[in-house]
């Protein structure tokens, strides 16, 4: 596997979780921990995106039939809509 330098910033916290799991063992130094967790994270992102995906698929093969129903549509995005419209009228843009 090749090796790309590149030169990064860490909150104390990270660099200290990083030099944790070099302590620990699970990682020879802080580059191998910091691209071992990235992979993890990432890993770990897939496998969550994978389960909605299937959920939503799962879902939509549902017949009409069984469907739950939501509501009216202003309940579903009435809140929403409020802090839309609070955040225009302070004209924040926040």
């Known amino acids: ?9 860490f909150s104390e916290a990270a660099y200290t979780f990083a030099e944790d799991l070099v302590r620990s063992g699970e990682y020879p130094n802080v580059s191998a921990a910091v691209s071992g967790e990235l992979v993890r994270a990432r890993a770990a992102r897939e496998a969550e995106r994978a389960l909605l995906e299937a959920e939503v698929a799962r879902r939509l093969a549902l017949p009409v039939e069984e469907w739950a129903p939501l509501g009216e549509a202003d309940r579903l995005t009435g809140a929403a809509r409020a802090r839309l419209a609070a955040t225009r009228d302070r004209g924040d843009g926040e």
């Open 1 to 9: 596997m090749s090796a790309r330098k590149q030169s990064v910033s």
